[in-house]
Nanobody
Framework: VQLQASGGGVVQAGGSLRVSCAAS????????VGWFRQAPGKEREFLAA????????KYADSVKGRFTISKVNVNDTVFLQMNSLKSEDTGIYYC????????????????WGPGTQVTVSS
């Protein structure tokens, strides 16, 4: 599975942004896709994940109610809609995939794409 994240940019605090993760390759078997963020000087952290089979989702407490993860069937793309952005949401956003159901740890994912930078200005 190959992944490509896109859609990052600079946004003001309180604003919205949507990042995308396009998957290609062996996506026919059940997989889950997760989004992670790495802020400057911090560990990479889990944000949200979705199971492709039943659309079950999981969110970190820090983004629950502000971020929404969704999958589009047509072109195997997963979106992360981010609203009410805060300066602490700044970081590099990575999408990752695994065979099976979602996980909340980096080690639970086998496939990673290059990240996309999101900067929230205050």
């Amino acid at each position: 599975v190959q992944l490509q994240a896109s859609g990052g940019g600079v946004v003001q605090a309180g604003g919205s942004l949507r990042v995308s993760c396009a998957a290609s390759g062996r996506t026919d078997s059940p997989i889950a896709v997760g989004w992670f963020r790495q802020a400057p000087g911090k560990e990479r952290e889990f944000l949200a994940a979705v199971d492709w089979s039943d659309r079950a989702t999981k969110y970190a407490d820090s983004v629950k109610g502000r971020f929404t993860i969704s999958k589009v069937n047509v072109n195997d793309t997963v979106f992360l809609q981010m609203n009410s952005l805060k300066s602490e949401d700044t970081g590099i956003y990575y999408c990752a995939a695994r065979r099976g159901n979602w996980r909340t740890t980096q080690s639970g994912y086998d496939y990673w794409g290059p990240g996309t930078q999101v900067t929230v200005s205050s």
